[in-house]
Nanobody, 115 residues
Framework: QVQLVESGGGLVQAGGSLRLSCAAS????????MGWYRQAPGKQRELVAT???????NYGDSVRGRFTIGIDNAKNMVYLQMNSLKPEDTAVYYC?????????WGQGTQVTVSS
């Protein structure tokens, strides 16, 4: 099993920045990809960004150019730097890890962007 704990959410004004962190623990040796997804009220969960252990990053269309994902393999942590935040970025953000084709999820952290 893999445990994921997110931190860094909160309330910010439009145009501001936030940084999310996710710490992985447990059976982490075979994790090959980590990332962030988000879910707004009444909407499906959507991709924000993913990154491989080797540093290859992939972004959702709505955040590309504004958000940056990073990984620290030594600390087993993944980060999400969110800049130029918009009200439509308001959602619960979930950390994700893929280990041997199994998906693991954190409990989520709320990000609210006020206009």
């Amino acid at each position: 099993q893999v445990q994921l704990v997110e931190s860094g959410g909160g309330l910010v004004q439009a145009g501001g920045s936030l940084r999310l962190s996710c710490a992985a623990s447990g059976s982490i040796s075979s994790i090959n990809t980590m990332g962030w997804y988000r879910q707004a009220p009444g909407k499906q969960r959507e991709l924000v960004a993913t990154i491989t252990r080797g540093g290859f990053a992939n972004y959702g269309d709505s955040v590309r150019g504004r958000f940056t994902i990073g990984i620290d393999n030594a600390k087993n942590m993944v980060y999400l730097q969110m800049n130029s935040l918009k009200p439509e970025d308001t959602a619960v953000y979930y950390c994700n890890a893929i280990r041997l084709s199994n998906n693991f999820w954190g409990q989520g952290t709320q990000v609210t962007v006020s206009s």
